[in-house]
């Protein structure tokens, strides 16, 4: 079972820049991956990036090439989304999730672990 807690969010001016942190804890084995996921008002979850937690690879979702980048420190059991250039048309809630398939997959279904989402609200 991993646990994950999110923090960071908030309220913020188009252009801005804000960085989420995902705690991660439990049982990690070989094949996590952890990732940061979104919904937005009316719109299905989508993913938008995730890291091989043992690997250290990176996946982005189109949207967010070149403007988050998503790492992790393995010391601190932590995941971070650092976002850049923020839009409004990026305002949603923000997941922490992980799964243990052992390769990298932008599928929402596969993420059986999740946090309880932060807010993210970019005004123009």
């Known amino acids: 079972q991993v646990q994950l807690g999110e923090s960071g969010g908030g309220l913020v001016q188009a252009g801005d820049s804000l960085r989420l942190s995902c705690v991660v804890s439990?049982?990690?084995?070989?094949?996590?991956?952890v990732g940061w996921l979104r919904q937005a008002p009316g719109k299905e979850r989508e993913f938008v990036a995730s890291?091989?937690?043992?690997?250290?690879?990176?996946y982005y979702a189109d949207s967010a090439k070149g403007r988050f980048t998503i790492s992790r420190d393995n010391s601190k059991s932590t995941v971070y989304l650092q976002m850049n250039s923020l839009k409004p048309e990026d305002t949603a809630v923000y997941y922490c999730?992980?799964?243990?398939?052992?390769?990298?997959?932008?599928?929402?279904?596969?993420?059986?672990?999740w946090g309880q989402g932060t807010q993210v609200t970019v005004s123009s």
């Open positions: 999730a992980a799964h243990q398939l052992g390769s990298h997959s932008a599928r929402v279904s596969v993420y059986v672990f």
């Open positions: 439990g049982r990690a084995s070989s094949n996590d991956y």
């Open positions: 890291v091989d937690w043992n690997g250290g690879s990176t």
